[in-house]
């Protein structure tokens, strides 16, 4: 019997986002916060940087690993990681993302994190 995942790794494109959204590292962090409470996550802590002339990162540690959003304001572009493992809905924590940040257009890819890798077959 093969073990699952131990984690899934979500990957969300978000373009054409409001670019006033993505220079404010305040709302960026509220959203992050409602998207780990969507999917069942315990919020532990952040951190918010505001770059020059423009842009922002934010990182919310869960108990369940991280959610992170990274901006290019003068591309309307985001990219944000979910990273959860245990019982979460990171299913829930995107559409809620999804729902907040209003993309022209999104796209999702999943990965699952720290499946055993398959036994290496020795040539003789």
């Not at 423009?54 to 959003?69: D, K, M």
């Not at 019982?87 to 499946?115: K, M, Q, S, Y």
Request: hydrophobic content about 45%; some cysteine.
């Amino acid at each position: 019997m093969t073990a699952g995942p131990l984690a899934t790794h979500v990957l969300l494109e978000l373009w054409g986002v409001d670019d006033a959204l993505l220079n404010d590292e305040r709302a960026l962090e509220a959203h992050l916060f409602a998207a780990a409470r969507a999917a069942r996550c315990e919020v532990l802590g952040s951190v918010r940087h505001r770059f020059e002339p423009q842009g922002a990162s934010v990182v919310v540690l869960v108990a369940e690993s991280h959610l992170s959003v990274h901006t290019w304001p003068e591309r309307r572009y985001a990219a944000v990681d979910l990273l959860t493992c245990g019982h979460t809905l990171p299913d829930a924590g995107v559409a809620c993302l999804v729902e907040r940040f209003a993309p022209a257009r999104h796209e999702v890819r999943r990965l699952d994190r720290g499946l055993p890798l398959a036994p290496v077959r020795q040539i003789p």
